[in-house]
Nanobody, 117 residues
Framework: QGQLVESGGGLVQSGGSLRLSCAASQTIFAVVYMGWYRQAPGKERELVAQITGGGTTYYSDSVKGRFTISRDNTKNTMYLQMNSLKAEDTAVYYC???????????WGQGTQVTVSS
């Protein structure tokens, strides 16, 4: 999958929306696991959402019903649509890609999301 580059972060008011993108420099067609973690200051890193090559998704309870993860293999890009944002969603969001279980994950550099209340 090569390098991963996130984009789409920024400052948004509570209740607003953002769409994060994670673009891979190589094909993601064979990549089984892709997802998003986030880390807020002073808090542990949290798995937010994951999507498999077959389209199976996972969401943490904190974002379920508000966030939607998707991937477009033709564009080598994964997305995280974030709606109804809350102040507690403020964090640096990191995307990852993992070819399969037991293989090393590739990580993006992170993108800051700040939600003002």
């Amino acid at each position: 999958q090569g390098q991963l580059v996130e984009s789409g972060g920024g400052l948004v008011q509570s209740g607003g929306s953002l769409r994060l993108s994670c673009a891979a420099s190589q094909t993601i067609f064979a990549v089984v696991y892709m997802g998003w973690y986030r880390q807020a200051p002073g808090k542990e890193r949290e798995l937010v959402a994951q999507i498999t090559g077959g389209g199976t998704t996972y969401y943490s309870d904190s974002v379920k019903g508000r966030f939607t993860i998707s991937r477009d293999n033709t564009k080598n890009t994964m997305y995280l649509q974030m709606n109804s944002l809350k102040a507690e969603d403020t964090a640096v969001y990191y995307c990852y890609a993992q070819l399969n279980l037991g293989t090393t994950r590739s990580w993006g550099q992170g993108t800051q999301v700040t939600v003002s209340s």
